[in-house]
């Protein structure tokens, strides 16, 4: 018997020692570079960049005005709070657009342009990525611009929710870009508006309160912070990202479900909680509005910025 619990002590020890080293060599890999988050010497957003939307379908004028206050906030509501929307968007600006410079490179400027709506839906209520993309020329954005699409809450597009919650894309040789996110609030908010309720798949916490109180409207302002930074990053596909460059990682997507510190799966970190609503979040923007945005990935160090 001695000689049978001495044999289960040994190898005990060698799992530990195992486990130790494993952990070692995970702390010393370093990734090759063509597996970072790189510059690859193609173009970035930068000067002013003037943005139009799109309102396709039913949306409430509150809903309007939480996605359209995130726009204004990202360079135009220099007085909010700390941490702040612009904060969030001075990261960018210092982690990637500053490192993409060139001579007399002008600051950049988000700046809210046109608003267009369908409310009757002329496309219908099933929409195809091309159909997406009729939508953003529909707009007529300016050269440098981006186009906004929002869908509601009743129209489905191709690929949403089961495989995407949003997407950029752009037209190089008109210099325009643009960004679809869609209302997941009815057809999948498990999937794309996590963490305000619980997530289909993985672990199942206690969901938290959205900021402004609508779970469809917050979550695609997580979503579209998401894009926003993709876009302006990575416009054509030649900027920043990891990965292939048909399905790249960019400055959010590197840092899924990463909103505060100590974020781990099911987790979104460390955040703020308003204490008259109860809601969390991480970012305080125009006209008193607080907003819970996406960690940036910081090339430099490998690693997830946050604001809190």
């Not at 529909?138 to 129209?155: C, H, M, N, P, Y």
């Not at 308003?274 to 970012?283: F, L, Q, R, V």
Request: hydrophobic share 40%; glycine share 12%; proline share 6%.
């Amino acid at each position: 018997m001695a000689s049978f619990w001495l044999m289960v002590v040994a190898v005990f020890l060698s799992l530990v020692q195992l486990s130790m080293g494993s952990r070692r060599l995970m702390e010393l890999y370093i990734p090759p570079a063509s597996d970072q988050l790189t510059y690859h010497h193609g173009s970035v957003l930068s000067g002013d960049i003037p943005v139009s939307i799109l309102w396709y379908g039913k949306f409430t004028p509150t809903q309007r005005s939480i996605i359209a206050d995130f726009v204004v906030s990202l360079t135009g509501a220099p007085n909010a709070a700390t941490p702040s929307v612009g904060q969030w968007w001075g990261t960018i600006e210092q982690l990637y657009l500053s490192n993409a410079a060139t001579n007399g490179q002008a600051a950049t400027r988000v700046l809210l342009d046109e608003q267009v709506s369908d409310e009757q839906c002329s496309l219908g209520k099933s929409l195809t990525l091309a159909q997406i993309d009729q939508l953003a020329a529909r707009v007529g954005t300016k050269r440098g611009g981006v186009a906004l699409v929002f869908t509601d809450e009743d129209v489905t597009v191709e690929g949403f929710c089961s495989s995407r919650c949003g997407k950029h894309g752009s037209d190089a040789s008109a210099g325009t870009t643009h960004i679809w996110v869609g209302n997941s609030a009815k057809q999948c908010p498990g999937q794309c508006a996590w963490p305000f309720v619980q997530p289909v798949y993985g672990p199942q916490g206690t969901p938290l309160v959205a900021p402004n109180n609508d779970v469809g409207a917050d979550g695609m302002v997580m979503i579209l912070a998401s894009m926003v930074a993709g876009t302006v990053t990575n416009p054509y596909g030649d900027g920043f990202y990891q990965g292939p460059q048909d399905a790249p990682l960019e400055a959010c997507s590197a840092c899924p479900g990463v909103y505060g510190s100590g974020a781990y799966p099911g987790n979104a970190g460390k955040l703020l909680v308003d204490a008259t609503t109860g809601a969390s979040y991480n970012a305080n923007g125009a006209n008193g509005r607080k907003y819970l945005l996406p960690a940036l990935y910081n090339p430099a160090t490998s690693s997830c910025d946050t604001l809190v």
